[in-house]
C-alpha cells in the first residue's frame, strides 16, 4: 500500500520566509563561490519585498512583523561576501 506523508512546508522560519522573499524581489543575492547573501543595494527592490510583505505576509504573521523581519535580513546583510579577497579592496 502507497503511503504518503505530508509536505513540511518549504520554508520553516520567518528569516527563511524573509530571505526568500527578497531574493525573488531582486534586493538581495547570493555569493556564487561561497553562498553568503549581499546586499544589491536597489532601494526599487527593498521597496517591492516590503511591498510583498505587507500585501502577503506568512500565515500565523501579521504584516508588521513580516516588515520588520524584512528590515532586520537587510540590516544584517553586507554588500559584500566576506570570504571574496577581492572586494575587500
Known sequence: ???TRER?????TLRGWAINLLQDAGAIC???EHGWTR????PHARHR???L????P???VSADQAVAEINDVLDSTGDT???CPDEGL
Not at 546586499?39 to 536597489?42: C, I, L, P, Q
Open 53 to 56: 510583505a505587507r500585501r502577503d
Open 49 to 51: 519585498a516590503v511591498a
Open 8 to 12: 513540511r512546508p518549504a520554508i520553516r
Open 30 to 32: 547570493e555569493c556564487e
Open 1 to 3: 500500500m502507497l503511503m
Open 39 to 42: 546586499d544589491r543595494a536597489d
Open 58 to 60: 506568512p500565515d500565523g
Open 81 to 83: 561576501c566576506p570570504e
